[in-house]
C-alpha cells in the first residue's frame, strides 16, 4: 500500500512537472510569436516610413524643377522684356533717369537666374549629368580650390535619377568648402559589371568620427537619403593620409 502511494505521489509530481513545462514552453512559443509579430510590423513601419520619404524628396524635386522653370522661362523672360523696352525707350527718348533702374533690373534678373539655376539646374536638363557637374565645379573653382573630374564612364543612370545624384554632389561640395576646408576635389564615376560605383574625395580635415560612427551630422543624412530613392549604398571614410571619401555603389541588372 505504502509503495502504491509512492507511485502515486512520483506520478503526480512528474505529471505536475510536464504541466509546468508545458505551461513554460508555450508562454515562450507565445512571447516568441509576439516577437515576430513585432519584428515584421517594425519592418513593415520602417519600409513604410522609407517609402514615405523617398516619395517627399521625389516630391521636392519635381516642385524644385517645376518652380525653377516658371522661374526661367516665366517670370526671367518677363524681366528681360521689361529691360528691352526700357533699353528702347532711353534710346528713342534719350531719359538718362532710366540708367539706375535698369541697374537694378539687371541685379534682379541675375538673382532670378541663380535661385532658378539652384532650384533646377538648366545644364543639367539640357546636357545631362556631367556638363552639370563640370558646370558647378568651374563655378566653385577658385584659386584656393581645384574641383575636377578625373574619370567618367559612361554610367546609365535612370534619368529621374540624375537630380537625386546631383544634389548629393552639391551636398559633398558643401561640406568641403564649409566644413572640411578643402584645397582639392576630385569625383570620379566607374561603370562595373553589374554595377556604378560613384567616388568624391577631398583633401580636407575629414569627417570626425562621431560623424563617421552616426553618419547623420554635416548633411550626411540628406546625402543618405537622397541616395536611398537612386537605390545607392553610401559609405563614407576618411583617407590615412587625411581628406575623406565618398563611395556610392548603384547596383544594376546586367542585361
Given at each position: ?72 522661362d516665366g517670370v526671367g523672360a518677363m524681366l528681360s522684356s521689361i ?18 533702374v535698369l541697374g537694378h533690373l539687371d541685379e534682379t534678373i541675375t ?53 537625386m545624384l546631383y544634389r548629393i554632389v552639391q551636398e559633398l561640395v ?82
Amino acid at each position: 500500500m505504502e509503495g502504491k502511494v509512492i507511485l502515486l505521489v512520483i506520478v503526480g509530481t512528474i505529471g505536475v512537472m510536464l504541466m509546468a513545462f508545458s505551461v513554460v514552453f508555450f508562454v515562450l512559443l507565445y512571447r516568441r510569436k509576439m516577437l515576430e509579430n513585432q519584428l515584421k510590423m517594425q519592418e513593415v513601419e520602417n519600409q513604410h516610413q522609407q517609402e514615405m520619404l523617398n516619395a517627399t524628396l521625389k516630391s521636392q524635386e519635381e516642385e524644385r524643377n517645376r518652380l525653377g522653370t516658371e522661374l526661367h522661362d516665366g517670370v526671367g523672360a518677363m524681366l528681360s522684356s521689361i529691360k528691352l523696352n526700357l533699353q528702347v525707350a532711353k534710346r528713342k527718348e534719350g531719359v538718362g533717369s532710366l540708367d539706375p533702374v535698369l541697374g537694378h533690373l539687371d541685379e534682379t534678373i541675375t538673382q532670378v537666374r541663380n535661385i532658378s539655376h539652384q532650384m533646377m539646374p538648366i545644364i543639367l536638363k539640357k546636357y545631362g549629368l556631367k556638363h552639370a557637374i563640370e558646370d558647378l565645379f568651374s563655378k566653385i573653382s577658385c584659386d584656393g580650390l581645384s574641383a575636377s573630374i578625373s574619370h567618367w564612364d559612361d554610367p546609365q543612370i535612370k534619368d529621374q535619377d540624375t537630380p537625386m545624384l546631383y544634389r548629393i554632389v552639391q551636398e559633398l561640395v558643401n561640406n568641403s568648402i564649409k566644413h572640411a576646408e578643402a584645397s582639392e576635389i576630385d569625383f570620379q564615376i566607374h561603370n562595373q559589371e553589374g554595377k556604378i560605383e560613384i567616388e568624391y574625395s577631398d583633401n580636407g580635415k575629414g569627417y570626425p568620427q562621431e560623424v563617421l560612427k552616426s553618419s547623420e551630422g554635416m548633411g550626411l543624412l540628406n546625402i543618405k537619403n537622397r541616395a536611398q530613392v537612386i537605390d545607392a549604398k553610401p559609405t563614407f571614410t576618411n583617407g590615412n593620409d587625411g581628406g575623406s571619401m565618398v563611395k556610392l555603389v548603384i547596383e544594376r541588372p546586367i542585361d
